[in-house]
């Protein structure tokens, strides 16, 4: 298993969409929390591109991608780049020990 950190843009122009969906979006993730396959979430800070950054747990890249393929910001296609990086934490609650 591994952990992987996913970064979200969203587009600019679906605010309202945005915003419609955030409930059915946060709902989804807090499902993904509870199975213990997503460790952390949140949106980037006020100033920054509009986005997120979402860490899972997951096989390989290709299990954390589809793990959030059924994200409803994903499917109504609010995220306009979606990254997926392996990440190994050496220090905190997400490092092996």
Same mark, same amino acid.
């Given at each position: 298993?591994?952990?992987?950190?996913?970064?979200?843009?969203?587009?600019?122009?679906?605010?309202?969409?945005?915003?419609?969906?955030?409930?059915?979006?946060?709902?989804?993730?807090?499902?993904?929390?509870?199975?213990?396959?997503?460790?952390?979430?949140? !949106?980037?800070?006020?100033?920054?591109?509009?986005?997120?950054?979402?860490?899972?747990?997951?096989?390989?890249?290709?299990?954390?991608?589809?793990?959030?393929?059924?994200? !409803?910001?994903?499917?109504?296609?609010?995220?306009?780049?979606?990254?997926?990086?392996?990440?190994? !934490?050496?220090?905190? !609650?997400?490092?092996?020990?």
């Amino acid at each position: 298993m591994g952990i992987f950190a996913i970064t979200y843009t969203y587009d600019t122009e679906r605010s309202e969409d945005i915003a419609r969906l955030r409930p059915t979006h946060r709902e989804f993730l807090t499902g993904l929390n509870a199975e213990g396959q997503l460790l952390a979430s949140g !949106p980037w800070a006020e100033n920054a591109a509009p986005g997120a950054l979402l860490i899972v747990a997951a096989e390989d890249a290709t299990a954390a991608q589809l793990l959030l393929d059924d994200d !409803p910001f994903y499917r109504a296609r609010l995220i306009t780049q979606r990254t997926v990086r392996a990440w190994q !934490p050496v220090l905190g !609650p997400f490092a092996e020990q």
